[in-house]
């Protein structure tokens, strides 16, 4: 079963504009890692956050992490035609966190 | 420097019939994971191995198995195909084992189609 859910399913917003995606989870995380895929195409590593964080930066990118109401959000600002896409978050759990849990994905279309 | 490469980019097998694939991780990457992501749906592990060794299984069947070489590319296969096995299979590296703080690198995909 996966253990993350995004938010929304579907994204739809104009270049220039910024676009947030959700994503929750169930059980207590190591790191969360968020990802982006190309129609057809591999994983793309975006930002990884760890639990002790509460927010992290990468260039157009802002993640946020709030472990109590156990969800984390994806911001990209001054979005681009080039950013469309699926973004995937990823939770990997303490112990033994080998393994990656995805959601289902947000699906982010950007029209020029 | 190369990241994760995985082959073959594309197949199609028929119900039954048996499939490799393949995965050369990033260099110095010693542990590998494979997913397996149908049609809009999230990866789902399967497999990862580390130092040649099957450290986690994910809930797939037998019919699936891995190894992992001495020079830490890996092999998924997947025996007696079923429809249900067409999906993208990715494969992952990552520099050690645990995730914790570990960015896990993903490769291009394996495209698989059973008819």
């Known amino acids: 079963s996966q253990q993350g859910e995004e938010d929304p399913q579907a994204l739809s917003i104009q270049e220039g504009e910024n676009a947030t995606m959700n994503c929750s989870y169930k059980?207590?995380?190591?790191?969360l890692q968020w990802y982006r895929q190309n129609s057809g195409r591999g994983l793309v590593h975006l930002i990884l956050?760890?639990?002790?964080?509460r927010e992290k930066h990468s260039g157009r990118l802002r993640v946020t992490l709030d472990t109590s109401k156990k969800s984390s959000s994806l911001l990209i600002t001054a979005s681009r035609a080039a950013d469309t896409a699926s973004y995937f978050c990823a939770t990997g759990r303490g112990g033994s966190n080998y393994k990656l849990t995805f959601g289902k994905g947000t699906l982010l279309t950007v029209n020029p | 420097d190369a990241g994760v490469t995985q082959s073959p980019t594309h197949l199609i097998k028929t119900r039954g019939q048996h499939v490799t694939l393949r995965c050369s991780p990033i260099?110095?990457?010693?542990?590998v994971s494979w997913y397996q992501q149908v049609l809009g749906q999230g990866p789902q592990f399967i497999f990862q191995y580390y130092e040649k060794e099957e450290r986690g299984r994910g809930n797939f069947p037998d019919r699936f198995s891995a190894r992992q070489f001495p020079n830490y590319s890996s092999e998924l296969n997947v025996n007696a195909l079923l429809l249900g096995d067409s999906a993208l299979y990715l494969c992952?590296?990552?520099?050690?084992?645990?995730?914790?703080?570990?960015?896990?690198?993903f490769g291009e995909g394996s495209w698989l189609t059973v008819v």
């Open positions: 956050i760890r639990s002790n964080e």
């Open positions: 059980t207590s995380i190591n790191n």
């Open positions: 260099s110095g990457h010693k542990s």
């Open positions: 992952a590296s990552s520099f050690i084992e645990r995730t914790s703080g570990n960015t896990i690198y």
